[in-house]
């Protein structure tokens, strides 16, 4: 669908009173049916173009989008109704499809199918023949099916459903053209259903309660298909069908009588009812696979043998699990050789439009504290947050939304899936994860995949052990000037990428063992069943990779960052400048928490900066080194040696550098994340837990590595 | 012809499903994936861990879990590998 009343045309057609009026307008109807994505919508737009309005009649509770579409000198009314994968009324658009379809009696129903895994379509093919009696086949997406190696010979298929089939391809509009001169032709035939014929049980039960129904109904409907409904016990469509044809079906006496003796002949055969329901459809995927038969064929050296082939090796026993590692090693050497560079430019061209920013201010006599607060306070941070965040977004976005494009993801979910299941928790999880990568709020939201509630929490409140896209550049900056202290060369770079990975890692191992820990006391519960599909993979549209990723992440975060970086630059500035006796507001709450920070550590500064980078971890370097230059404001660092030596000025060393890492890994999530927890989950406690829980673990992690280590330095 | 459940199936073989022993909830969605009576289905791997398999329902490749695995019967079909076989 994803046509809305607002996106689409101009007339709305419920002025007309009834579908029946609307139906006197044009020649024809023609109802455009189909399984969910396999093209429906963009088929549906290339035949009417703009000329569309959406449809909301009496008694329709999902509207249907409408359109008008010209051709050899008729006009046909199109109806694009929801995509379903069949119409055994199990979902709202089942029952909606299947409504219209059989009780709105459009002229011709056109049914949309997928080249690509044609099989699973023609189970809803068959179902909507044996309800419409003109009926034809678009199969849709050849070329892609080509690609994939597989070849569908139209002809054939035609020749075995008995009905037009016209081969497809997207937006082509000559083969558009054949579509609807078929839909033409078949709307001058007088068209027949084709029942599907199931065993002799099923059989003998409908021509028991079929001749009844012919006699009483006698209007548009399959006798045959009505029958088998009463016989499913399909209430919905009972009520449906009483209204259509004005009296209460099941309390006619004929057809109750003809159903008890239909329904007695099926129970002596052992067809009860969730039986039936099985053998019907079992019978409905039988004849759509004879029916494939020769009618679909794969190239021999075909993508699934290809797919087939890579699997092999990114899910296999000895690969499995190094590839996966290689590949996030991979990513952040690409991420951090190209950021440099991107950086440092970024961060010059900033603090030059600072110089002009500021000389303007002074010369239009902007008083000293406001020049401060907003140029060394809300400007620098502001430039800081985009000259650090960007270009590692900018990279590690887009690789990775490319990973996610060949279908790399759900790969990881399969290999990582007996791990998390040993913690009683989902597979899923690992997508979860992964998304946290980018944005723990995303992953956060992203926890909707896992179907089981107490599986979702978990990967809820173990989502941001992953560090997001606001801590990379600092643990990037970090591991290469305490870790690497070389001049950026390529093994530099390399180890630098190494390392990260390492503490992407122990990322990962919290996330088990948090899970683990909190299924064996909080969440309680065995893990529940789970399916997953491993789609096919494709190659990446790397233009639509390129903008969705720059547009739909980088730019949001940014600007979420940016946002949130302003009012926190001029935060810092304040408390820096307010002095409490002798020393800034800043340095008098560092002096405080410095014991304590020590030992884990740290020191007062470091502690001070993660608690007030509570909205964003990635101001938390900035207000660092704010605190450190005690001149009031974020310095003009140009280079990361710059940065070292004010670090090591301030007495840092390995074990300082270390504990900030671990501590930059292990401590709350931001604020929105904590706050998309308590949206998602419903719950201040659970945001609170989630908040919490990192935060006591890196507490204690951090104390442990720094005391170790400072036994044996 | 060998009965066995789904888990049993060695990869790059086939069978055909002979029938459902779950209920509820996890029946419903077999029945969504288009595992019914008479639905082949090929294992096509398994994960680094060994659990859970891959397997090819109706074009797709789906991954189920043992414990899952072991409530879909199957008639074993002796040839393996090939589409389109009946």
Same mark, same amino acid.
């Given at each position: 669908?994803? @046509?809305?009343? &607002? ?93 219209? @379809? ?28 044996? *309800? ?17 190696? $597989? ?50 049980? $099923? ?57 008890? /003796? ?6 002596? /055969? ?185 599986? /979702? ?18 643990? $990037?900056?970090?591991? &290469? ?102 020393? &800034? ?16 550590? @740290?020191?007062?500064?470091?502690? *001070? ?38 670090? *090591? ?65 | ?86």
């Amino acid at each position: 669908m994803g @046509l809305t009343k &607002s996106s689409v045309g101009t007339r709305v057609i419920d002025k007309e009173k009834s579908f029946g009026d609307f139906r006197e307008k044009y020649d024809a109807v023609v109802a455009l049916a189909g399984n969910p994505n396999v093209g429906k919508s963009t088929v549906f737009n290339s035949l009417t173009g703009m000329k569309q309005h959406t449809g909301n009649w009496a008694g329709k509770t999902v509207a249907s989008a409408v359109g008008v579409c010209r051709h050899g000198g008729h006009e046909y009314a199109m109806v694009d109704i929801p995509g379903t994968y069949s119409l055994m009324s199990s979902s709202k658009e089942e029952e909606v499809a299947r409504n219209f @379809l059989c009780f709105s009696s459009p002229d011709v129903s056109v049914v949309v199918c997928d080249a690509t895994c044609l099989e699973r379509n023609l189970n809803l093919v068959l179902q909507i023949m044996e *309800v419409s009696k003109k009926t034809v086949i678009c199969v849709n997406l050849l070329d892609e099916a080509k690609r994939k190696g $597989i070849e569908i010979d139209t002809e054939l298929l035609s020749s075995r459903l008995g009905v037009s089939v016209v081969g497809v391809v997207g937006r082509d509009k000559k083969s558009l053209g054949v579509l609807l001169d078929a839909v033409s032709d078949t709307l001058e035939s007088d068209g027949a259903y084709r029942n599907v014929t199931y065993c002799d049980a $099923i059989e003998d039960a409908v021509s028991i309660l079929s001749p009844v129904i012919e006699k009483k109904i006698s209007l548009r409907l399959n006798p045959k298909w009505v029958s088998l409904r009463l016989l499913d016990g399909d209430e919905t469509l009972v009520k449906e069908l009483s209204g259509f044809v004005g009296f209460d079906v099941l309390g006619d006496e004929d057809i109750s009588l003809a159903l008890n /003796r239909a329904d007695e002949h099926l129970r002596e /055969r052992g067809f009860f009812a969730d039986i039936l329901k099985e053998a019907i459809a079992s019978t409905l995927v039988r004849e759509a696979e004879d029916i494939c038969e020769g009618v679909v064929s794969y190239e021999k050296k075909g993508k699934k043998e290809r797919d087939r082939s890579i699997d092999k090796v990114l899910t296999s026993r000895a690969f499995g699990y190094p590839v996966m590692i290689a590949f996030l090693a991979t990513v952040f050497f690409i991420t951090i050789s190209g950021a440099n560079a991107i950086s440092e430019l970024i961060s010059t061209f900033l603090f030059y439009i600072e110089g002009l920013f500021g000389k303007f201010l002074l010369s239009i006599g902007t008083p000293d504290w406001l020049y401060g607060a907003l140029v060394l306070g809300i400007f620098r941070v502001l430039a800081w947050v985009v000259s650090v965040m960007l270009p590692p977004m900018a990279i590690f976005f887009p690789l990775f939304t490319l990973l996610e494009d060949v279908g790399y993801l759900p790969r990881i979910a399969y290999n990582l899936d007996k791990p998390f299941s040993k913690c009683s928790a989902c597979g899923k999880q690992a997508l979860t994860m992964c998304m946290g990568f980018g944005c723990n709020a995303a992953g956060v939201v992203g926890c909707r995949i896992i179907d089981s509630p107490r599986e /979702r929490l978990l990967a809820t409140l173990t989502n941001c052990f992953v560090p997001c896209n606001g801590k990379f550049p600092m643990l $990037i900056a970090l591991i &290469s000037i305490f870790f690497i202290g070389g001049d950026g060369g390529f093994f530099d770079t390399l180890l630098s990428a190494l390392l990260l990975t390492a503490v992407i890692l122990l990322g990962v191992a919290m996330t088990f063992f948090c899970t683990w820990l909190l299924s064996k006391t909080l969440l309680r519960g065995t893990p529940s069943s789970f399916t997953l599909e491993l789609p096919p993979y494709r190659r990446p549209q790397i233009f639509r990779v390129l903008v969705r990723s720059v547009l739909d992440r980088t730019v949001f975060v940014l600007a979420r960052a940016a946002a949130i970086a302003a009012p926190a630059g001029l935060v810092i500035w304040l408390m820096a400048n307010i002095t409490v006796g002798d020393v &800034s507001l800043l340095r008098y709450i560092a002096d405080f928490l410095d014991p304590f920070a020590s030992l884990m550590g @740290l020191d007062g500064v470091i502690l *001070v900066a993660f608690i007030l980078g509570l909205p964003a971890n990635e101001i938390v370097i900035p207000i660092i080194i704010m605190a450190y230059l005690a001149e009031g404001s974020i310095a003009e660092i140009g280079s990361l040696d710059e940065m070292r030596r004010i670090f *090591v000025d301030n007495g840092w060393d390995f074990v300082t550098a270390g504990s900030v890492i671990l501590f930059s890994l292990l401590h709350s999530p931001c604020a929105t994340t904590l706050m998309t927890v308590k949206k998602e989950t419903g719950s201040f406690r659970w945001a609170l837990l989630s908040a919490v829980l990192p935060t006591v673990i890196g507490i204690i992690v951090c104390i442990i590595f720094a005391n170790l280590t400072r036994l044996f330095i | 012809m060998d009965t066995l459940t789904l888990d049993n199936l060695s990869v790059n073989r086939c069978g055909r499903v002979a029938g459902l022993l779950s209920g509820g909830a996890m029946r419903r969605r077999m029945i969504d994936l288009g595992i019914v009576e008479g639905t082949k289905i090929e294992c096509v791997g398994r994960s680094p861990s060994g659990d859970p398999s891959a397997y090819m329902i109706r074009g797709a490749v789906i991954a189920i879990r043992k414990r899952d695995a072991k409530n879909i019967l199957l008639v074993a079909s002796s040839v393996g590998g090939n589409y389109g076989t009946h």
